[in-house]
């Protein structure tokens, strides 16, 4: 369940601050994915892809 407080009426911020949380963790691209329905080997070949491309960026923050 995610809480968003909204004050002084000001939803605008609320709304970042709703979006920044979203990229954050994931739960744009969570929606994205579950919007159809993968085969087994095209979501396992995706998955795959994500791992690379996380240890990637892992290996540039080193640098």
């Known amino acids: ?20 949380y979203g990229q954050r963790n994931g739960v744009f691209s969570e929606w994205k994915n579950r919007k159809y329905r993968l085969k087994p080997s095209e979501e396992k070949a995706r998955k795959k892809a994500e791992r690379i491309r996380r240890i990637a960026k892992q290996k540039n923050k080193e640098k």
């Not at 809480?3 to 000001?10: L, R």
């Open 1 to 20: 369940m995610i809480t968003v407080n909204v004050i002084n009426n000001d939803v605008s911020r609320a709304m970042r601050e709703l979006k920044k």
